[in-house]
Every structure is written in C-alpha cells, then in structure tokens.
C-alpha cells in the first residue's frame, strides 16, 4: 500500500510562493508519472502539473510559466514550485500517480491565496 503525505500549503499573498512536497512511502517514483492535482469545494480534483519518468514536465494552461514539478527519486518525493501566486490557486492540493489506478489519496495540504 502506497501512502503520500503532502505538505508545504499555508497562507500566501497574490504574488508570492510557496512549495509543496509530497512523501512517497514507496521508493517507486522513478517507475511513474507523478502529478499534482488540486481540489476547490464542490469541484473536482483535477492535475495542474506532471512529470514522467524521464522528467518531462507537462502544465495546465492556468499555471504555466508559474508552478514548477520537480521530483527527487532517491528521496521518494515529489515537488511544487508554486510562484506569482494568484487567489484563484486557492485549493488543497494532493499528489498521485498521474495514471489510473490511482493509489489512495493523502490528505492534502491547503494553499489559500489571499491578501
């Protein structure tokens, strides 16, 4: 069973950063696309940013130039460079495999953006 554990989200101004991590329990990142999805209330949980196995990254157009995927596969973690924040980033965010069948979801970490 595979568990992820996010962090990094708290409280930042429009215009600033912060930079989420997720703990994989499994060393086994290297063998997936990982991705990072984000979830407002009442909407679904969608991918803003994947990377591949062999590090190609790929964006949603909203966050393009803005959020930055990273992943380290000795330490089993995934990242998110999250600048220029805006308020509409406001979400919790998660990691998960990008393909189906996800593993269970963690719990997330909130991100608000907001002056």
């Known amino acids: 069973q595979v568990q992820l554990v996010e962090s990094g989200g708290g409280l930042a101004q429009p215009g600033g950063s912060l930079r989420l991590s997720c703990t994989v329990s499994?060393?086994?990142?290297?063998?997936?696309?990982m991705s990072w999805y984000r979830q407002t209330p009442g909407e679904q949980r969608e991918p803003v940013a994947t990377?591949?196995?062999?590090?190609?990254?790929h964006y949603e157009d909203s966050v393009k130039g803005r959020f930055t995927i990273a992943k380290d596969n000795a330490k089993n973690m995934v990242y998110l460079q999250m600048d220029s924040l805006r308020p509409e980033d406001t979400a919790v965010y998660y990691c998960?495999?990008?393909?189906?069948?996800?593993?269970?979801w963690g719990q997330g970490t909130q991100v608000t953006v907001s002056s």
């Open positions: 499994k060393n086994i990142i290297r063998a997936y696309d």
């Open positions: 998960n495999r990008y393909r189906e069948p996800k593993w269970s």
């Open positions: 990377i591949t196995t062999g590090g190609a990254t």
